[in-house]
Each structure stands twice: as C-alpha cells, then as structure tokens.
C-alpha cells in the first residue's frame, strides 16, 4: 500500500526565470534519500479553434531543444491570475484572437516525478481575429491554422511532438467536444 | 519566418540527479537573452495490455507534487541503452511482467521551452507474468491494472493526470492499435 513521504528538509537551492529548485529529504519506513524539486508557475494550454473548426497554432524557436516547434497557444499563469484569464490572456497576446465560447477540458501535472505545477486545457471556439499579436520581448511567433485531422497528420508525421499538445488531444479525444 | 537562434554560450551551471542545468545566450535578429535548458536522458513510457487486454499501471509516491500517482510503466533511458530494451527492462522490473509483442507508437518531447530530451512510447500486448518486481532502492510501486475505458473514467474524473500518460492516449488515440 502505497502512501505518502515524510519531508524532513525542503531546501531551495538555485532560482531561474522557469524554475525554483528545491533539494528534498525525505523518508517512507526504513528508505530515506534526497530528491530534486523543480517549483514552478503552473501552465495554460489553449485548443483555439476558429469559426471554421480550424485549429490556430503558434510555430517558434524553443530553446529546450534549440529547434522549432508546431504547438497549441499556452504560457505561464501570472502569481494569483486566475487560469481562464491567463488562458483567455495568451490567445489574445500569441495570435490576436478573442472568443466568447471558452471551455475547461481537463488538467494534467507537468511532471509529477520533479516538477510541481499543473497545466489547464481549454477549448475555445469560434475564435475571431481582434488585433495584432502583442508579443514578450524575446517572443518571435508565427501562426499558423490546421483542420484537426491536419494536426493529427503532423503528429504521425512527427513534426508535432510537444507532450504537452500530446496531452491535450489525450483530453479533447476523451472530452465530448 | 521563423527561425533558429544562434547560440553565443552555453554554460553549465548545475548537475543533479534529474537534470544538468545550462545557461544558453543566444541572439535572433535584434534580439538577445539568456535562456534555462535543462538536460535530461530520454524516457520512455509503456503501455502494457495483460491477455485479458487489461492496462498494466503503477501506482506511486511522486516528489514532485508531494502525493501519490497513477501512471504507465515509465523511466529513465540509460546512457548508450536503446529505448525498445529500456522499455523492456522497465516493464520487467516494476511489474515482473513480459510481452513478445511490441510496438513504438511515438515520440514526443518532454518540454520543448526548456528541456532537451525526448519520450517515446510503446505498446506492449499480451504481456505474462514472469518475475517479481525489481525495484530501485527508493522506489515503491504498486500495480494496478484497469481496462482501457476505466482507465479514461480516471482521467476524466482527475485521478489520472501524468502528461505524459495522457500524451500517451494521445498516441493511442491516432495509432492504429
């Protein structure tokens, strides 16, 4: 029967623009050791479609990978932001679009082994083009729409792989949208 | 047009037991920053299907949010190691089970924004019971397994939420398994 850890020590190590790294003592019975805690803001993912069910994509250099990347709108939920604003927020900044059918399809956990943070996913529908990108200052975005099935191709092919929007189809396959 | 940033400096800051941590200076264009890339190994996930087509899940205490998960059989890639015999030995020591009936579904990246590396994804059918597990020294795992449409009841109700799972019945979801 599994069950929870004690924490004897939570120690923060090094702070970054993404993370907060803590080192954790823990001990379960008679195991006891040191493990890595990365905290960080927790995340939006947008699945915007617009009024002709064409899903609107952001295409940029990502720097994990020192490549390019096809994803969904997301960002970082700012301190005491409320998730739908946040959502609602990076849609208008990353492509200029607004939409006023917006639905909470499910979270996940970034990464439950290190990381602390969660990630919404939100539908938004019948999105319209309201402005031009507002973009952060080291943000170059290019945008781009796909039908579904078109999104889905690119993920057989490989050429969209983020586990995030991964995790999303995941979501929109079990959500009745 | 987007495209590639030039990296002026790559410095490693910090090595610990998930990830190296790395200070990128990079430029596109008039723009310049640093930016946080962690390094990890790969990882692989397995989706495991006893004979009676049941999932082979695991069950466990996580660091990262400090609770206990439901996940698929997952870990770490070692140096040099391929990933279709990583899959194989992780099945083999937190469930103690086998299959001759592998298939890789895909691959996605961990976190394209600030992480390097990569997870692929494999479908293991009629997997047998051949051993006890073999775990490492600060691992508890629990198996627990569940049909597919349980395993969707799970997520959707929250109880499920790893993004890699869910990334995982993505692929699913567009394989033809």
């Given at each position: 029967m599994i069950r929870k850890w004690k924490t004897n020590s939570y120690t923060n190590i090094l702070n970054t623009f993404v993370f907060n790294y803590f080192k954790a003592e823990r001990e379960s019975g008679e195991l006891k050791g040191q493990f890595d805690v990365l905290e960080c803001r927790n995340w939006i993912n947008v699945f915007a479609f617009d009024s002709s069910n064409q899903l609107i994509l952001v295409k940029q250099y990502r720097h994990g990978i020192d490549d390019i990347t096809i994803e969904a709108v997301a960002g970082v939920v700012e301190k005491g932001e409320d998730h739908l604003v946040a959502a609602k927020r990076e849609l208008l900044e990353e492509t200029g679009h607004s939409s006023d059918n917006w639905t909470h399809i499910g979270r996940v956990s970034a990464n439950p082994a290190f990381m602390n943070n969660y990630c919404d996913y939100y539908v938004a529908r019948?999105?319209?083009?309201?402005?031009?990108q507002n973009l952060d200052a080291l943000e170059e975005i290019d945008i781009l729409t796909l039908s579904l099935e078109e999104a889905h191709s690119k993920v057989r092919s490989g050429e969209i792989h983020h586990s995030l929007f991964l995790a999303g189809l995941g979501l929109l396959s079990l959500s009745s949208l």
């Amino acid at each position: 029967m599994i069950r929870k850890w004690k924490t004897n020590s939570y120690t923060n190590i090094l702070n970054t623009f993404v993370f907060n790294y803590f080192k954790a003592e823990r001990e379960s019975g008679e195991l006891k050791g040191q493990f890595d805690v990365l905290e960080c803001r927790n995340w939006i993912n947008v699945f915007a479609f617009d009024s002709s069910n064409q899903l609107i994509l952001v295409k940029q250099y990502r720097h994990g990978i020192d490549d390019i990347t096809i994803e969904a709108v997301a960002g970082v939920v700012e301190k005491g932001e409320d998730h739908l604003v946040a959502a609602k927020r990076e849609l208008l900044e990353e492509t200029g679009h607004s939409s006023d059918n917006w639905t909470h399809i499910g979270r996940v956990s970034a990464n439950p082994a290190f990381m602390n943070n969660y990630c919404d996913y939100y539908v938004a529908r019948d999105c319209l083009k309201v402005s031009e990108q507002n973009l952060d200052a080291l943000e170059e975005i290019d945008i781009l729409t796909l039908s579904l099935e078109e999104a889905h191709s690119k993920v057989r092919s490989g050429e969209i792989h983020h586990s995030l929007f991964l995790a999303g189809l995941g979501l929109l396959s079990l959500s009745s949208l």
